[in-house]
C-alpha cells in the first residue's frame, strides 16, 4: 500500500511478488498494476466500491502462482517468447532510453545463443538482475511488465 499524506494523491493498493527458485538462486520481481486506488475526495460509497476490489487479491495470488507454475524454472525458452519479449521491450515507453531497451535485447539475442538450457524463469531473472543498476524509474517500468508479459507466454505454451 502506498498512500499520499499531501491530499493530493491517492491510497494505492499494488502486489510485488519476488519469484524465486527452490535454492533462492535465481529471482526476478514483478510488480503488478494497481488492485484499487482511493483518493482523497472519494465519497464513502466510492471508497467502500474500490475496496471491494480487493477481493481481487486471492485471485490475482493464484493466477501469479499458475503463471510461474506453467513458465517453470526448466521448462525451454521458445524462439516465440524471446521474440515477444523484446518486441514488448522494444515499445516500452516510459523510464527507458532507446539504447538502454537496444542493450536490453540484446541480452535476449545473446540468450538465444544459450536456449538448449535456458528458461524464460532464468531469462527474467537476468533481465531483473540487470535491471538493478539502470535507475529505479526504468526498473520499475521493466518490472511492472513482466506480469503480463507472463501471461502471454503462457497462452503460448503448449501443454
Given at each position: ?10 491510497a494505492?493498493f499494488?502486489?510485488i ?7 533462492g538462486?535465481?529471482?526476478?520481481t514483478?510488480?503488478?498494476n ?9 465519497n464513502p ?10 477481493h481481487d487479491?486471492d485471485q490475482e ?12 524454472w ?7 517468447s ?11 515507453r ?10 536490453i ?5 545473446a540468450?538465444?545463443i ?26 520499475v ?5 513482466f ?13
Open positions: 500500500m502506498q498512500n499520499s499524506e499531501l491530499g493530493d494523491g491517492a494505492k499494488q502486489t511478488y519476488k519469484i524465486q527458485n527452490h535454492n538462486k535465481n529471482s526476478f514483478v510488480i503488478r494497481e488492485l484499487s486506488s482511493i483518493y482523497h475526495d472519494y460509497y466510492k471508497i467502500a466500491v474500490k475496496l471491494q476490489k480487493l487479491f495470488i493464484s493466477d501469479m502462482k499458475k503463471a510461474v507454475s506453467k513458465i517453470s526448466d521448462k525451454q525458452v521458445t524462439r516465440e524471446l521474440n515477444y519479449v523484446a518486441h514488448k521491450i522494444s515499445s516500452l516510459k523510464g527507458m532510453s532507446k539504447e538502454l531497451k537496444e542493450e535485447i540484446n541480452k535476449i539475442d540468450a538465444d544459450t536456449k538448449k538450457t535456458f528458461t524464460i524463469a532464468k531469462l527474467f531473472n537476468q533481465l531483473d538482475s540487470f535491471m538493478l543498476d539502470k535507475g529505479m524509474d526504468a526498473q517500468a521493466f518490472e511492472s511488465n506480469a503480463k508479459w507472463l501471461r502471454e507466454i503462457n497462452r503460448q505454451i503448449k501443454n
